[in-house]
């Protein structure tokens, strides 16, 4: 049987960046998927490389936000009723890390990791020709409510402690740096350190190609297909059985279905949205990502068009919701766009669903699984998993080489999560 170093399951973003940083220390590493890479979530989210988001994601808190997300009323992320008592713990758990003291001490264990983020994906894209997808747009929040403003002051206070710049703006303000969108009265935040990328599928692709160029493999073939071996582990590909000693599961929300075959599992939650590419109408640009906070969807620029992302909908992690279902709730949220700014015709015939994963207390799982020798994980970075992956595999490499950890590693090993 053939062996390598290193078996890396999953070809998003969060594994190929683990297999460069691997690969970049010595070790033969090879990555196996059933798809080609960046075909999943690392192609259909919103390419942001936010320099904010060092807090755990709001989720509904209490019986009554619950409730108002079952019944999918506002802008907040709804919930499906059926899969209500597979998220409980979840969401007693992500309750209480939203509480103070915890937000403050989970903050700053983030910081170091967000604040290294946008270098590291720059480094790699320098060096993988993938420099013309990154752009210096910053990021503009806009709210149309006392109340929503007020719901990012959190966020802010973060900011201020951590030392992030943003700047308040009033419609004036947004209409400088947005001329095309109609906001009566709103205001807005604008985050000027955040980048965004124009196709984070391509990225995730320059990266593989940078990856099979310095002499690595990405076999097609099934990571479900794991089991322990001789000596460490193996996989069936499309070529055949391959071993390792070390393997890293990247597999994002499919990763809990592989953790249930070894007896573990891990209370984590999905955010699943939709998105849509609408073209361009003459004369009306849109020159970054810009949420509407109160409306509940973001538009950003990208090579296919103007990309909507609406619809937020929490669920139990591996068992996504009505992804074959029609989305009301998305097609509001284009007539509200609409009202934003003028969109044309939309480039896909349905909108498509993306998945993330979401931890309890919002820091990703980076590490070794406690109890299973040469078995490492690597996920859970919910809405920032496009912008950390380059820098949490550097931190996988490293813990894995037993090198220096350039970032205090302890906040983000998986036995804080693990149940087994
Ligand atoms: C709507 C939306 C917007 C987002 N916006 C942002 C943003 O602006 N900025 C940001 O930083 N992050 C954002 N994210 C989060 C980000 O997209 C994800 O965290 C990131 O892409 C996760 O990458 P991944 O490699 O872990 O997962 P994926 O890209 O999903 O890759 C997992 C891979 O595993 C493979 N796989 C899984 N199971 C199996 C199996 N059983 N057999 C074979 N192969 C398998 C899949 O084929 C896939 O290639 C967003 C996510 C969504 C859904």
Redesign the pocket.
């Known amino acids: 049987m053939r062996s390598v170093d290193v078996l890396v399951?999953?070809?998003?973003?969060?594994?190929?960046?683990a297999a460069l940083h691997l690969q970049g220390r010595g070790w033969n590493a090879l990555v196996?998927?059933?798809?080609?890479?960046?075909?999943?979530?690392?192609?259909?989210?919103?390419?942001?490389?936010?320099r904010t988001?060092f807090l755990p994601l709001d989720v509904p808190s209490g019986a009554g936000e619950v409730l108002s997300s079952v019944l999918g009323r506002g802008p907040a992320m709804r919930i499906e009723a059926r899969t209500l008592p597979a998220l409980l713990k979840f969401l007693r758990l992500a309750r209480q890390h939203t509480a103070s003291p915890s937000v403050g001490r989970l903050a700053r264990a983030l910081a170091p990791l967000q604040s290294s983020?946008i270098g590291e994906h720059l480094a790699i894209a320098r060096a993988a020709s993938a420099f013309r997808f990154f752009r210096r747009t910053g990021w503009l929040k806009i709210y149309r409510s006392e109340r929503g403003l007020a719901s990012c002051e959190v966020e802010r206070h973060f900011a201020r402690i951590i030392g992030v710049p943003y700047e308040d703006c009033g419609a004036h303000d947004i209409a400088r740096l947005e001329p095309d969108l109609v906001v009566h009265g709103a205001a807005g935040v604008f985050w000027p350190e955040s980048q965004?990328v124009s196709s984070?599928g391509g990225v995730?692709k320059a990266y593989a190609r940078f990856f099979r160029e310095r002499g690595g493999e990405i076999a097609s073939?099934?990571?479900?297909s794991l089991e322990p071996a001789w000596s460490g582990w193996q996989v069936r590909t499309a070529r055949g059985m391959v071993a390792a000693n070390h393997v890293v599961l990247?597999?994002?929300?499919?990763?809990l279905?592989?953790l249930a075959r070894f007896g573990l599992s891990m209370p984590l939650a999905e955010?699943?949205?939709?998105?849509r590419h609408f073209r361009a109408v003459s004369g009306v640009g849109l020159s970054r990502?810009v949420s509407d906070v109160d409306g509940g969807f973001?538009l950003?620029p990208m090579e296919r068009g103007v990309r909507l992302?609406a619809d937020?909908q929490l669920a139990p992690a591996g068992r996504p919701g009505d992804e074959e279902a029609g989305s009301p709730g998305f097609e509001r949220a284009v007539e509200r766009a609409r009202a934003l700014m003028p969109l044309g015709a939309s480039v896909e015939d349905v909108p498509v669903?993306?998945?993330?994963?979401l931890t309890p207390d919002g820091l990703p799982a980076i590490g070794q699984v406690p109890g299973a020798a040469g078995l490492w994980l690597?996920?859970g970075?919910?809405?920032?998993?496009?912008?950390?992956?380059p820098a949490m595999g550097r931190m996988l490499a490293e813990l894995m080489s037993g090198d220096p950890v350039f970032v205090d590693p302890v906040p983000f090993a998986p036995a804080r999560l693990l149940v087994g």
Not at 9 to 17: E, F, H, M, N, V
């Open positions: 399951l999953g070809a998003g973003i969060t594994g190929i960046s196996v998927d059933a798809q080609g890479p960046g075909e999943v979530s690392s192609r259909g989210n919103t390419g942001i490389l936010e988001g983020a965004s984070p995730t073939g099934d990571p479900s990247a597999l994002g929300a499919d990763t279905p592989l955010l699943c949205n939709r998105h990502p973001l950003t992302v937020r669903v993306g998945r993330r994963v690597q996920l970075s919910g809405s920032a998993g496009f912008a950390l992956a």
